[in-house]
């Protein structure tokens, strides 16, 4: 990089233009007024303050009210407070709404609010998906908490180890609630990492190449990653083990061939990724913050990013530290133990890079810097004391005892809660057009800070003094009483009158706070050159990027090479008939087609209630109605994608492509449509070897496979059902080669003709199952023999309902030369579900015979 | 100092005193990087500095490099060489297979109390272990339900108790003393009430102790006793989950009683063995521990008084 200025002092940064048409589009991009407009909704703003608000909500809930009442409990020895039942649900509570309901809610709020003003875009790729992904958090949030109107509270913790909570030893409906409720919340959490994945590869302003991508984006790509690989076995997790509860299988049975263990393990893979999953972008809220507050560039970008991707690698190789202590070889510990101290090396990569920015720059001291300090502080504390429980033997005393309880506390207040109060200072002008107070501001944070070390810091001491955790009571002469009260008083004192300060600070700002104008912190990204409160569009003209820090760096902000200077100038003219964002080339971030995203559609909320309706048919037991809800979501999907005629011709679309160089698709974008189906299959993929592991996990288990009694599979009908997909997977291709030459009747015989094969397969493939000897109740042979063929064939049936409705359209003449990107894309998951078919019934039929 | 009185920071064994090593080896590492950290931190945003308008024009590229090859990486990575050279030194101070001449103790795990056997003493009881100083002990761990975790911080770390697999977990006392073994993985209702005393004496008292499990029950002699050993052994009474040896109650359902009136305590630790807690034990141990898979016998008073002079006989 050659020299480079300073950064000016605070002002407004270089001006966005605003043509005549600005009215036009933000009525374009706006949701239709009133009750209607809030269910069929799809505007980013409102998505994404929906979700931070309905985050905040559970963490008023769960965070703050159940932390109070153990606090108080615990204050004492011999307290009676409350009951062992009710302590129990207490923390469990506490755990899970944290875990899964709070600081997810509000990231994934954070990036579908900031990333299309961040990365200079209208919109993210798929505001349904979105919308959907909003419905089914706050359903499944909703699903869980109701398991308190019924006196269902979940009691088996946050981690709900087997057999513990399994229907041997919780045989009430408690653990159903937490099973299904989150696993409602957990893909909508999956639904906002794939949105949020192509909205910042693909979708970004035109000049904003990965190396000038801001690091928060950087931080929410990698965040989206790591959800859909660490949520996804949780969610084959969650199905066997609502399979044991449910439906009499035996994964977790170790009287049946089942394993107390797997659960474990497939718990952690998610469990300590999802740590890092709500570090990685606090993060990079704190890279955003610091260059601004200290008015110089972040030094270290390349590293940061290269740490951020690191800790996203290394996070998945470490969870088994949460297992040091069920008896694992040491060979195991060692390898998990140094595995878990590397990270130390980005995040002390990060720290660096942190505190060289503060060296070279000079402080602002306004309330987000204050909390990005307090932020440093407390996490380098949570991070030493994480190396240590890293360390085997010392692990081993600290495990399980209140140790561990003020390390990860340090860790997820210090590291992901201070970083969240610092966002919202720092970008609360920006989406309400007022600054909250800053007096308040400090007082919240000096209370938060006291409170959090008072609270949090004797933790460390009771728990080397040999407290464990998840305890209701203690007796009075262990001599922890001191190092209770302390913590108590710690939250009663100053966490909870900090908090407060927080909401009264939101409640009055909103009402009366200071006007803010677009730029009130002389921030150096995009967002700042919106007006504040934004357009519902975003942006008119789309900014041209030249810099890392357009805002201090460029003094015009859509001049670049001619011809996107005329290409952004001419898309904020036309057309103004459809929502039209432009797609990116992935690392140069030239414009590479111009696309129609998704306006408002009921479509989202009815998929969501269909998804919900599934899973509380299955907490009522009344299964008949899982197939209605079924039938829901599948009318719901195609209702969602049912093809609508261009609001233009092909001769105008062509008119534009010629005069720019840019495709234009109203129909749909085929680049998004390509990427989404690839984050699908990655997915469907995700969750297939998630169950392998299963079945070998529980194949290493038992010496004996099948067990006694039960004879290896037959492999003949097998055999041919393989051979017909694997035709099935050739002849799909022939029908794509079809449409590209124009030969329609071609076209609709080779997709009639994939189906029929699939179709054939798949009856000869179920048949031989559904007579199998044994069923999936009969040991941990069966259960994992039906549950993973049955995965695979729903995969199928997916793949043949996709074709068939293609088929429709086909005949309907809906696909041409131009428009068959559907077609493509629907014979990529036809490839996958070829491959998955092999994969998992090879598994099936030939691992009883490799032995 | 009261962190200095850490029961896992004052080890009375091989096992913890390692492990309270490496934390002290840890700690002060740990309180070397905060400080670095600390100063920088401090006089980075403090530190005064000319002028106060930041300066505009043009500003060579940041040279930060070595710092974050340094700071960033090479720190990092020599404090974990250490950390982690300390870590195998010190697992190979934990064994993991039962060394010879090595005392065997069968520990199995209940919702929530704890199985305790001598399989070459030929001893069964609940919620009590003895152990002599200076010798090896393998504690054969499992369960019999949900997973439990034994842990006695100054003796060693924890090790959990699954019901699928016998973990072995090996430790040693230097000094006689009393610990109270706690379960430390969370079982449910009452995981907090699911202690053992944990008892480290001389051989010569250990053996002393041995020999004093051993005999069955002897024949009550009191006629108070007689008959509350009949409401014991009688139909839905005590016997349909206790054993006592010498007698014909051999469930195993609950724990073990043949000598249960000199132990220490009552219901896993939960309350000391007097007389009067005993009472309150047996006519509803769900004052004192919600609950517990024990019912409230439906005796009359008479019949409770003679239960309680039978179970006193159990010495």
Not at chain 1, 383 to 411: E, R
Request: contains cysteine.
């Amino acid at each position: 990089m050659s020299a480079v200025a300073e950064p000016p002092p605070p002002g407004p940064g270089p001006k966005v233009e605003e043509p005549l048409t600005h009215e036009e589009l933000n009525a374009l991009f706006a949701d239709p007024p009133g009750l209607w407009g809030q269910l069929t909704g799809v505007q980013n703003d409102k998505l994404g303050a929906r979700l931070l608000f309905t985050g905040f909500f559970f963490l008023l809930l769960g965070g703050s009210v159940d932390s109070v009442v153990m606090r108080l409990q615990l204050a004492i020895a011999e307290n009676s407070l409350v009951s062992p039942e009710t302590y129990n649900e207490l923390f469990t509570n506490h755990g899970t709404v944290v875990m899964f309901l709070v600081i997810l809610p509000i990231f994934e709020g954070f990036a579908i609010l900031l990333l299309p003003l961040i990365l200079g875009t209208r919109e993210l790729p798929f505001p349904r998906l979105g919308a959907f992904s909003y419905w089914t958090v706050l359903f499944g949030g909703l699903l869980y908490y109701s398991s308190t109107l019924f006196q269902l509270v979940p009691d088996a913790g946050w981690f709900a180890y087997t057999p513990l909570s399994g229907p041997t030893y919780s045989p009430d409906l408690a653990l159903d609630f937490w099973v299904l409720g989150l696993g409602v919340a957990e893909v909508g959490a999956i639904a906002a990492a794939i949105e949020i994945i192509i909205g910042v590869l693909k979708m970004r302003a035109p000049g904003m190449t990965l190396s000038r991508l801001p690091i928060f984006a950087w931080a929410l790509l990698v965040f989206s990653f790591m959800i859909l690989f660490a949520f996804t076995p949780l969610i084959i997790g969650s199905l066997l083990l609502e399979l044991d509860r449910g439906f009499g299988t035996q994964f977790f049975n170790p009287a049946q061939g089942g394993s107390s263990l797997l659960w474990q393990h497939l718990f952690w893979i998610f469990g300590h990724p999802e740590v890092y999953i709500q570090f990685v972008p606090a993060s990079g809220v704190v890279s955003m913050i610091i260059p601004v507050f200290m008015r110089k560039r972040l030094v270290g970008y390349t590293w940061l990013v290269g740490a951020l991707v690191a800790i996203g690698f290394l996070s998945f190789g470490l969870w088994a530290h949460h297992m040091f202590a069920v008896g694992l070889p040491p060979l195991v510990l060692s390898f998990f133990a140094a595995a878990s101290m590397l990270i130390a090396v980005p995040a002390g990569v990060q720290f660096v890079g942190w505190l060289s920015t503060i060296w070279a720059g000079r402080a602002q001291w306004k309330t987000p810097l204050l909390f990005v300090v307090g932020f440093l502080v407390i996490f380098v504390i949570g991070g030493i004391t994480g190396v240590m429980v890293a360390a085997v033997p010392f692990d081993l005393q600290a495990h399980d005892s209140f140790f561990v309880v003020a390390h990860m506390h340090y860790v997820l207040i210090g590291g992901v809660a201070f970083p969240i109060f610092a966002g919202v200072y720092y970008w609360f002008p920006k989406f309400t057009g007022k600054m909250l107070d800053e007096r308040l501001g400090r007082w919240n944070f000096w209370l938060l800070f006291v409170g959090v070390n008072v609270t949090f810091f004797p933790m460390h001491i009771v728990g080397l003094l040999g407290m464990p955790r998840r305890v209701y009571t203690y007796s009075d002469d262990l001599g922890w009483g001191p190092y209770n009260l302390a913590s108590t008083i710690g939250v009663l004192a100053f966490i909870v009158p900090g908090i407060a300060v927080f909401i009264w600070n939101v409640l009055r700002s909103m009402r009366r706070g200071e006007r803010a104008g677009n730029n009130p912190w002389g921030g150096d990204t995009l967002e700042w050159a919106t007006s504040s409160p934004p357009a519902e569009h975003g942006w008119s003209v789309l900014p041209i990027v030249t810099s890392r820090h357009p805002m201090w760096d460029q003094t015009e902000l859509h001049k670049g090479d001619e011809r996107l200077e005329r290409f952004v100038q001419a898309l904020a003219q036309w057309p103004l008939r459809w929502r039209a964002a432009v797609i990116v080339g992935t690392a140069d971030a030239r414009p590479q087609e111009v696309f129609r995203v998704a306006h408002p559609s009921i479509w989202p909320l009815v998929a969501a209630c269909g998804v919900v309706l599934i899973f509380i048919a299955e907490l009522i037991k009344l299964r008949w109605i899982i197939a209605v809800a079924v039938v829901t979501v599948v009318v719901a999907l195609i209702g969602w994608n049912w093809p609508e005629d261009p609001p233009m011709s092909v001769e105008e679309e062509e008119a534009f492509e010629r005069e720019h160089g840019v495709a234009v698709n109203a129909g749909g974008s085929v680049v998004v449509a390509t990427w989404g189906m690839g984050l699908a299959i990655l997915f469907v993929g995700i969750a297939f070897s998630a169950l392998l592991l299963s079945y070998f996990y529980l194949r290493l288990e038992n010496p004996i496979w099948p067990p006694p009694g039960i004879d290896e599979p037959g492999l003949a009908r097998a055999a041919v059902a393989a051979a017909l997909l694997a035709v099935s997977g050739r002849v799909v291709y022939v029908a794509l080669r079809r449409v590209r030459i124009g030969d329609q009747t071609g076209f609709v015989m080779g997709l009639i003709g994939t189906l029929v094969l699939g179709l054939g397969a798949f009856l000869l493939q179920f048949r031989d199952i559904l007579t199998m000897e044994f069923g999936a109740t009969q040991h941990a042979y069966g259960s994992i023999f039906h549950t993973l063929a049955w995965f695979v064939g729903v995969v199928t049936v997916g793949g043949m309902v996709m074709l068939a409705t293609a088929a429709y359209w086909a005949v309907r003449g809906q696909y041409t030369v131009r428009r068959h990107a559907t077609v493509a894309n629907i014979a990529r998951f036809w490839t996958a579900a070829v491959v998955i078919w092999a994969a998992g019934f090879g598994t099936l039929y030939l691992g009883p015979y490799l032995t | 100092m009261t962190l200095l009185l850490a029961q896992a920071l004052d080890p009375e064994g091989p096992v913890a005193e390692s492990a309270a090593g490496l934390w002290w080896l840890m700690l002060a590492l740990g309180a070397g990087v905060f400080v670095i950290f600390a100063v920088f931190l401090g006089v980075g945003l403090f530190r005064a500095r000319p002028g106060d308008a930041p300066e505009a024009g043009p500003q060579p590229p940041d040279r930060f490099g070595p710092w974050l090859v340094g700071g960033g990486v090479a720190l990092p990575l020599v404090v974990i060489a250490i950390v982690f050279a300390a870590t195998v030194h010190a697992m190979r101070d934990v064994p993991t297979r039962a060394p010879a001449g090595a005392l065997v103790v069968e520990v199995v795990g209940h919702q929530w109390w704890w199985e305790v056997r001598y399989p070459a003493e030929g001893i069964t009881t609940a919620n009590e272990m003895h152990i002599p100083v200076g010798r090896s002990v393998a504690l054969q761990l499992t369960s019999a339900d949900v997973i439990h975790s034994f842990w006695v911080p100054a003796l060693g770390g924890k090790l959990d108790l699954l019901p699928d697999k016998v973990n072995t977990l090996v430790l040693e006392a230097d000094e006689p003393g009393r610990h109270l073994n706690r379960c430390a993985e969370f079982c449910g209702l009452q995981h907090t009430l699911m202690g053992m005393d944990v008892v480290a004496e001389r051989p010569d008292a250990f053996a002393a102790w041995v020999s004093s499990r051993q005999p069955a029950a002897a024949e009550p002699a009191a006629p108070d006793a007689l008959r509350g050993r009949d409401v014991f052994l009688g139909a839905g009474g005590c016997a349909s989950c206790h054993s006592v040896r010498g007698t014909s109650a051999t469930a195993t359902t609950g724990p073990e009683l043949t000598h249960v009136a000199s132990r220490a305590s009552l219901g896993a630790a939960a309350v000391p063995n007097t007389p009067d807690e005993l009472a309150r034990w047996v006519s509803d141990p769900h004052t004192i521990k919600r609950g517990v898979a024990m019912p409230a016998p439906e005796i009359s008073g008479e019949q409770l008084a003679d239960l309680l002079a039978y179970l006193g006989t159990l010495r």
